[in-house]
């Protein structure tokens, strides 16, 4: 198991500070409602969420994480409900989401599947699944990446119940000026609903 707290701890910001694209374009369409963010890492989407008038969980492994994205709500002047845990093993303050946000997301074949996401989606409610196009499984042997396959945007399309509807799956150009992933320049989007 990848020790979240030890990656966080070696920077002083792992990650830009600025909200993901995607999460910006697809969310910006969508009426505000219960969402949660799955793996909200410093905060940046469930504030940005927050402010537009969403009422957001963030989920998050690494309790270093945590910490500076509750600073950084409270510098915005917002709540975000953070729990301290991963999917598919951290209790949720609610059963079903609006919206089920998982931008760049290290989930992997061999330990999660998608109905770990879908499931927590409400009636009605959407799914975001934005991964990096070029993701490479070949990262070296200390990486959490190495030899495993992602649960990305793709897999987790082939895996939709009944009952959900592909909105849009497509490539994406990024572009991030700082913080860890900023040399990735394409990302694939998943919107999906589910209808019932």
Not at 29 to 52: F, M, T
Not at 122 to 130: E, N, Q, S, T, Y
Not at 131 to 147: I, L, T, V
């Amino acid at each position: 198991m990848h020790d979240w707290d030890e990656a966080y701890g070696e920077s002083e910001a792992m990650w830009s500070g600025n909200p993901n694209a995607a999460l910006v374009t697809e969310a910006g369409r969508l009426s505000p409602g219960l969402a949660l963010d799955v793996g909200s890492g410093e905060g940046a989407d469930a504030i940005w969420l927050e402010q537009q008038g969403w009422e957001v969980v963030g989920l998050e492994p690494s309790s270093v994480a945590i910490g500076r994205a509750a600073a950084a709500a409270k510098r915005a002047g917002i709540e975000v409900e953070w729990v301290h845990g991963e999917l598919g093993r951290a209790f949720l303050p609610h059963a079903e989401y609006d919206l089920v946000s998982a931008c760049y997301l290290p989930l992997f074949t061999d330990s999660h599947e998608p109905s770990q996401l879908t499931g927590l989606v409400a009636p009605g409610g959407h799914l975001l699944v934005v991964h990096h196009a070029d993701w490479d499984s070949h990262a070296h042997e200390g990486h959490p990446a190495h030899g495993r396959e992602l649960l990305g945007p793709g897999k987790v399309a082939d895996g939709l119940p009944d009952g959900f509807e592909i909105v849009l799956l497509e490539a994406r150009e990024r572009e991030v000026a700082h913080g860890a992933g900023a040399h990735h320049r394409d990302d694939i989007v998943l919107l999906a609903r589910r209808v019932r």
